[in-house]
């Protein structure tokens, strides 16, 4: 519960933080779906729809993908919901294409992870992404393709993992390879380990790996007080949710790592959201280059308001996210009034 809520939290932080008309809402089922079959996962889902059917709905509370909830279950919830209350596309992001979904939506959170990255360098004159060197945790949605995209601009991704191992080259991963890998069935492919693009490394000594920047993009609470006087890097951007534990955070500040909060650096995900529902409310669906376009002018704008705070009230980038999200929900609030 404490879980859901701190992400429901973020969430209202995040969509006023790159300006987003959503509000901030979580909800999740406890369970691990890699101990479910398929049928048991959508059954799972449907059931979830039925309970929450009318507290949900296009103008209320708008789900989007998460850890473990990609595309399909997307569409078991559009389509329980429209049995229910009629055909309801906006009810639901993250939709495949087929049902519905927008271009861009699959990798946009990966996408402005490196777009953040892209903004983070420059603005510390640090120069392009390309030739600068990436440790990723995590190869999902959301890692898979943030390590795709810095490949495509020139830059190296040394290691990644999931939660099955990690593997490492130091002269770069080919991501498309490892992907196409992962896809094959075992022998021929299927885990991590057996790629032969690179070494084994355990788990644990992933996150310490000296390198340009570092991409949490798994689960919560990797970087703890003692994980931050390892790591080796002189970025983190947080992919994931709450990678960083607060005492982690105090060490990382405490010895000069920069840190790109998930507030603003996994935000592209809601934001390509928010394009969804959009559409579907219009009925109209966008070119692939006008969402990547309008999610790369999000992205920008949301980090030069970040970096002018950061900057004038010399405060960390996550307190500066946090003063414009709370300025922007209080006048909102305020402005409203109370009666
Ligand atoms: P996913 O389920 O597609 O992938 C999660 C990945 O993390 C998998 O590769 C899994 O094997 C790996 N993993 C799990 N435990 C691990 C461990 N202990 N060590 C290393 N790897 C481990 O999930 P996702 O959608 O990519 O989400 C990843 C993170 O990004 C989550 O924190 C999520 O909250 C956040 N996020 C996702 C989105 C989105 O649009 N999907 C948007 C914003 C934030």
Known sequence: MDDVRSLASLTTWKTA???????GAKGGVRCDPKDLTEAELERITRKFVQALKDCVGPDKD???PEISAGPKVMSWWFDEYSKYKGFSPACVTGKPMTLHGSYGREYATGRGVVLATRELLRNEHMGKIAGKTFVIQGFGNVGGWAAELLELYGGKVIPVSDRTGAIYNP????IRSLKRHLKAQPPFGGHLSSFPGG??????ELLSLSCDVLIPAAIPDVITEEVAATLDCKYVVEAA??????EGDKVLRERGIGVLPDVYANGGGVIVSFFEWVQNQQTFRWEEE????RLDRKMSDAFERIWDVHTTQKLPLRTAAYVLALRSVTQATMIR???
Do not use: Q, Y
């Open 241 to 246: 949710n709450g990678p960083t534990t607060p």
């Open 290 to 293: 006008e969402v990547n376009r």
């Open 62 to 64: 708008i789900p989007g």
């Open 337 to 339: 009034g109370f009666d």
């Open 17 to 23: 933080v790159v300006d987003v008309l959503f509000g």
């Open 199 to 204: 070494e084994r490394l355990p788990l644990e």
């Open 171 to 174: 002269e770069g991963l080919d």
